[in-house]
């Protein structure tokens, strides 16, 4: 499933709406010999997805911002539907400024 | 320039090649009433931008693997071209695993 497009541009979608988000693009491509890159964008930036099937992994980021996207349900979605038998996940916050944090303005 | 998407998606695409990486696609949006979201896809991963003119503020991923990369080349050129006047920079590493580091295979 690693190297199976139309299978990882549903599942990074179906983990966008899952989480709140609202898609307005994607792009993917595969690679030879193996191997995918995808984007789904959203208005509250993106979600992307980079695969190395030869070493069964995969490096998934879920970039969203305001209070009604839940980062965590996307990436909980793709962790299951790609049947991840390990993982692991970092939180990042982006864009804090002193005293306040920025929300999305759009 | 922060809700210029022609001079951002110049922009990072030359920061793409700056760093050695190779441009597969690029998909850029414009928000309304402002703000651009825009990613360069190279084969190495993926280059992205989101930014808030209203807060006069971007944030940038530059994600790329393999030896032949300098993700910091294209970092430091995108951070140049914003005329940014304050940045932070955050290394994350990504698919270590025991023993060996993740190398691109394509």
């Known amino acids: 499933?690693?190297?199976?497009?139309?299978?990882?541009?549903?599942?990074?979608n179906e983990a966008a709406i899952?989480?709140?988000a609202t898609v307005v693009g994607e792009s993917f491509?595969?690679?030879?010999?193996?191997?995918?890159?995808?984007?789904?964008?959203?208005?509250?930036?993106h979600i992307s997805i980079h695969?190395?099937?030869e070493y069964k992994y995969a490096a998934v980021d879920v970039f969203t911002c305001?209070?009604?996207?839940?980062p965590e349900k996307?990436?909980?979605l793709i962790t299951e539907?790609?049947?991840?038998?390990?993982h692991s996940l970092i939180e990042?916050?982006?864009?804090i400024m002193e005293d306040s944090q920025v929300e999305c303005a759009r």
């Open 18 to 20: 899952r989480s709140g």
């Open 29 to 45: 491509y595969h690679f030879s010999p193996c191997g995918v890159s995808g984007v789904v964008h959203i208005a509250e930036s």
């Open 66 to 70: 305001g209070d009604d996207v839940d």
């Open 81 to 86: 539907r790609l049947g991840a038998q390990s």
């Open 51 to 53: 695969t190395w099937p």
């Open 74 to 76: 996307a990436a909980r």
């Open 92 to 95: 990042l916050r982006r864009g």
């Open 1 to 12: 499933m690693l190297d199976d497009l139309d299978f990882l541009k549903d599942c990074l």
